[in-house]
C-alpha cells in the first residue's frame, strides 16, 4: 500500500521521476472520470431528486422581512405583500419557463409592466429585480444589496408594494429556482389594511433532497482541485530538490491555472441576479 | 517554484494578464451562462496556446508537453463542466 501510495505521489524511479497521477494516462482517466460523474450526477437528480438535488429553502415571508429590514436599517418604509404584485411576478416566472428565457424582457417582447399592468395593479412606480440558482433568501437578499442597481430598487422610496414569485423549473435545460421580485407604489392611494395580503403558496420552494447536489459536486471539484495542486507541488519540489532533468510542462503553471479554475469555481457554484 | 518565477517574469505577466481577464470577463457576465462557458474555454486555450509558445521559445517543446497542457486544459474545462451538471 504504501509503495502505491509512493508510486502515485512521489516522483521516483519506479514512476520515471513524475508523480504517477501526473501521467497521461492518469489525467486522461480522471477527465473521463468526471465527465460520466457528471452524467450520473444529473441522470440521478433527474430520477431520484429526493436522494440528489438542488436543496432550496426560500419563501416570500423571509425576502420580504430581510427586505424590509434592509429598508429600516436605512430608514425607508417597509414594503407591503401586495396579491395583484404576487400575482405579477408568478405570471413573470411562469413566462420565463415556458419561453426559456432569463431576462426583463421576453423574446416576444413583453416587458416587466405588461404583467403588472395585467394583473391589475395601476403603477406610478414600478421596479423588477430578478434571481436565479439561490438555494436560500439571504443569498437572494445579500446579492441583491450587493449589486449597486438592485439595491437602489430594494432601497427605494418609490415603492410601498412588492410581490415575490419563487419557482422551480427548467431553465436553459437546467433545474433552477427564479426569484422575481415586482415592486410598485399605486396611483391611488387605497385602504392601508387591503394592501397586506396572504402569500400565495405557489411562492414558497422549499426542496430538501437527501443530498444537495451543487455542494456534493463542489466538494468533489475541489477536492480534486486541491489534489492535484499538492502533487504538482510535491513533484516540483522534489525534482528540484534532486536536480532531476525531465522533459515535461512547467508544474508552475499548472499551478496557477488550477488556482483560476478554482476561482472560477467559487462564481459559478453561487446563483445570479439581473 | 520561485526562482523560475523570477526568471521568467515576463512571460508569467502574460499568463496573469490572460488569467485576470479571463476572470473579470468571467466574472461579469455571469448573467449569461453560455457567454461565461465561452471565456472558460477561451482563456484554457490561450493556456494552453501560452505553455506551448512559452516552451517553444525556451527550445524545450517536445509532443509530450503539448499533450500535457492539452491534458490539464481539458482537466479544468471538465472540472467545470462536472460542477455546472450539478447546478
Known sequence: MKEFLLHLFIPRESNNHRSKVLHHSNLLLTIVFLFLAGFFIQSLKVSFPSVLGVKVDISAEELLLLTNKQRQGNSVVPLALNEKLTEAAVKKADDMFGYDYWAHNSPTGKTPWVFIKSSGYKY???????????????????AWMESP?????????NYSDVGFAIKMGRLNGEETVLIVEMLGNL?????????????????????????DAPSFSLNIGIIIIFIFIFVLLLDMIIVEKKKIARFVGHNADHILYLLLILSLVGILSKGVII | MFSNLYKHSGYY????????????????????????????????????????????????????????YILIGVLGLTIIFFLLNAI
Request: charged share 15%; aromatic share 10%; glycine share 4%.
Open chain 1, 187 to 211: 396611483s391611488t392611494p387605497i385602504v392601508e389594511s387591503s394592501r397586506i395580503q396572504e402569500v400565495a403558496t405557489a411562492s414558497d420552494v422549499k426542496n430538501e433532497p437527501l443530498i
Open chain 2, 13 to 68: 505577466l502574460v499568463l496573469f494578464i490572460i488569467f485576470i481577464l479571463g476572470f473579470l470577463l468571467a466574472y461579469s457576465n455571469r448573467s449569461n451562462e453560455n457567454l461565461q462557458i465561452g471565456i472558460i474555454i477561451a482563456t484554457t486555450f490561450f493556456y494552453v496556446l501560452w505553455g506551448i509558445i512559452h516552451h517553444l521559445i525556451n527550445h524545450d517543446l517536445h509532443v509530450k508537453i503539448v499533450v500535457e
Open chain 1, 149 to 157: 442597481d438592485h439595491r437602489s430598487n430594494m432601497l427605494s422610496s
Open chain 1, 124 to 142: 406610478v412606480y414600478a421596479g423588477e429585480n430578478l434571481a436565479r440558482g439561490f438555494s436560500s433568501a439571504q443569498d437572494v437578499v445579500k
